[in-house]
C-alpha cells in the first residue's frame, strides 16, 4: 500500500470529512497551500475510502468530479456553499491541525515503507 492509501485509509470519519473539505477548497481555488500541497492532499482526497460523513451528503464526490473535469462559476458556487458549511462544523483551528497532522502521517509512512 502507498503512503497516501495507508494515510487515507487511517483516517476517521471526522478526518475524512477534513480531507473532502480541503479537496473543495482546493477545487475552487480558495486554498491558499502551494501547488505540491495541493497535489498532495488531492492525492489523499483521491485515496479516500468510502465512507458516511458526518457532514456531507453522498453527491459532493460526484460535484468535486464534476468541478474538478469541467470548472465553471456555477459549480464554484456549489462547492463555496458546501466548503463554507463544513468549515462552520469543522474550524479553522480542527482544520489546521488536520493537515499538520497528515503532513506528520505522510512523513512517518514514507520512513516505514
Do not use: W
Amino acid at each position: 500500500m502507498k503512503p497516501i492509501e495507508k494515510v487515507a485509509h487511517d483516517l476517521d470519519t471526522f478526518a475524512r470529512d477534513c480531507a473532502v473539505t480541503v479537496a473543495l477548497k482546493i477545487t475552487d481555488d480558495s486554498c491558499k497551500m502551494d501547488g505540491e500541497q495541493r497535489a498532495v492532499f488531492m492525492a489523499l482526497y483521491d485515496a479516500l475510502p468510502s465512507h458516511k460523513s458526518a457532514i456531507f451528503d453522498d453527491d459532493v464526490y460526484a460535484l468535486i468530479a464534476e468541478a474538478r473535469s469541467t470548472p465553471n462559476a456555477s459549480l464554484y458556487a456549489r462547492i463555496k456553499k458546501e466548503r463554507e458549511m463544513a468549515m462552520a462544523i469543522i474550524t479553522q483551528e480542527k482544520m489546521k491541525t488536520f493537515k499538520a497532522s497528515v503532513r506528520g502521517s505522510l512523513l512517518i509512512a514514507e520512513l516505514t515503507r
